[in-house]
Nanobody, 113 residues
Framework: QVQLVESGGGLVQPGGSLRLSCAAS????????MEWYRQAPGKERELVAV???????NYADFVKGRFTISRDNHKNMVYLQMTGLKPEDTAVYYC???????WGKGTLVTVSS
């Protein structure tokens, strides 16, 4: 059974930083590209970043230069380091196994002063 558990969300002031984590189980983690998505209130879920099994990353334009996705294949973990946070980054953040319908419950990030 595939399980994804996100953590690390919270309330942060504009310009602040957070590091999200996602623990994966039930898959051969090292073989799977992983993604972070987010869904803001009243909006559709959108792709934030993707990382290949080998560690190559791609980002949505709205987070380029501010967010960094990484992974630890030994720990079955994927991370999202977020810096320069803006109020428009407020959303529930989800990790996802690429090209699957496996989702965690998400972690809420609120950027507000």
């Amino acid at each position: 059974q595939v399980q994804l558990v996100e953590s690390g969300g919270g309330l942060v002031q504009p310009g602040g930083s957070l590091r999200l984590s996602c623990a994966a189980s039930g898959i051969i983690f090292s073989l799977n590209p992983m993604e972070w998505y987010r869904q803001a209130p009243g909006k559709e879920r959108e792709l934030v970043a993707v990382i290949t099994s080998g560690g190559s990353a791609n980002y949505a334009d709205f987070v380029k230069g501010r967010f960094t996705i990484s992974r630890d294949n030994h720990k079955n973990m994927v991370y999202l380091q977020m810096t320069g946070l803006k109020p428009e980054d407020t959303a529930v953040y989800y990790c996802n196994v690429y090209a699957t319908n496996y989702w965690g419950k998400g972690t809420l990030v609120t950027v507000s002063s």
